[in-house]
C-alpha cells in the first residue's frame, strides 16, 4: 500500500504515518477546535484508525466532553505543544489528524465546515464546501 501522507509535531519528537487517503476532511469552527489549535478552526483529516501509525514517546493527551456528549481525546507533544490528533469516542475506527501538521500542506483538501454557527464572524466560507450549523450530516 502506498503512503498518503507524513507529518508530526514541530520539534520532531512525534511523527505519524498515513498508509492511506483520508476517508474525508473538513473545517471545524467549534469553540473547542478554535481553543485547541489557537486559530479560528481546526482542519480535520478523518482516517481509518488502522491506516495512520504514530512514532515518539513524547505525548500527552487531554480528554474532554464534545457535542455528543462522548469524550474527545485531544493528543500533542509534551515537548512543543504541537496538537496533532484527536479521538472521538463517538467514532472509535477513526483518527483524526490535523492538517496543519502534514509535511506537505497541500494534501489538505477540505470537502466541509461544521459548526458554523460559531465560526468567527470575520471568515469568509468558501461557497464550494458543504456547512453545517453542527456536526457533519451526510
Known amino acids: ?14 511523527r505519524y ?22 486559530t479560528a478552526f481546526g482542519t480535520l483529516m478523518i482516517f481509518s484508525k488502522t491506516s495512520v501509525t504514530l512514532r515518539g514517546g513524547s505525548f ?8 455528543s456528549g462522548k469524550m ?11 496538537p ?8 472509535p ?8 501538521t502534514f509535511d506537505n500542506p497541500n494534501l489538505v483538501k477540505p470537502e466541509w465546515n461544521i459548526y458554523t454557527s460559531s465560526k468567527q464572524p470575520w ?8 456547512c453545517f450549523d453542527r456536526g457533519f450530516k451526510r
Not at 23 to 31: I, P, S
Open 1 to 14: 500500500m502506498d503512503k498518503f501522507g507524513t507529518g508530526g509535531c514541530l520539534c520532531g519528537e512525534i
Open 17 to 38: 504515518f498515513c498508509n492511506e487517503k483520508p476517508l474525508m476532511t473538513g473545517l471545524c469552527h467549534c469553540r473547542d477546535c478554535q481553543t485547541n489549535t489557537g
Open 60 to 67: 500527552g493527551v487531554y480528554d474532554s466532553k464534545g457535542d
Open 72 to 82: 474527545v481525546r485531544r493528543s500533542f507533544c509534551k515537548d512543543c505543544g504541537t
Open 84 to 91: 496533532f490528533m484527536f479521538e472521538y469516542e463517538v467514532t
Open 93 to 100: 475506527d477513526f483518527r483524526v489528524i490535523l492538517g496543519g
Open 123 to 130: 471568515l469568509e466560507l468558501s461557497k464550494d464546501l458543504k
